[in-house]
C-alpha cells in the first residue's frame, strides 16, 4: 500500500467550556466540534474546535436553547516559557501577615 507524498499537518484547535442547563444539548453539541468531556455533575462539557472558527463557533453555540455560556480556553494564550505564574496574572502572592 503507496502512501502519498503530502505531509500531514496539525491543526490548531482551542477548547471551549460549554455549561449546559441540560444533557439534551449534547448530541447537538458534536456538530460544532469534537465532544472531549461532559461532566453530568458540573453541567459541563469540554469540545475542540479549529482555531480559525472559534469565534463563529462561540456564537452559534451560545444562540443554542440549553446553552448558559461558553467560555475559551486560554491555555494556547500562555508563554509556556514562564517559570513565574504570578507575572502572567494566574496566581497572585499572599502575604502571611494579612
Known sequence: MQMPDE???LVPRRGLA?????R???RALRHYGRVHYVSKRAHYAIIYVDE???AETIERLEKLHNVKRV???ALPDLDPDV???ASTGLYKTHDEDD
Open 18 to 22: 460549554v455549561y449546559i442547563s441540560s
Open 52 to 54: 480559525a472558527q472559534v
Open 24 to 26: 439534551r444539548v449534547i
Open 83 to 85: 517559570a513565574d505564574l
Open 7 to 9: 505531509q500531514f499537518e
Open 71 to 73: 467560555v475559551p480556553s
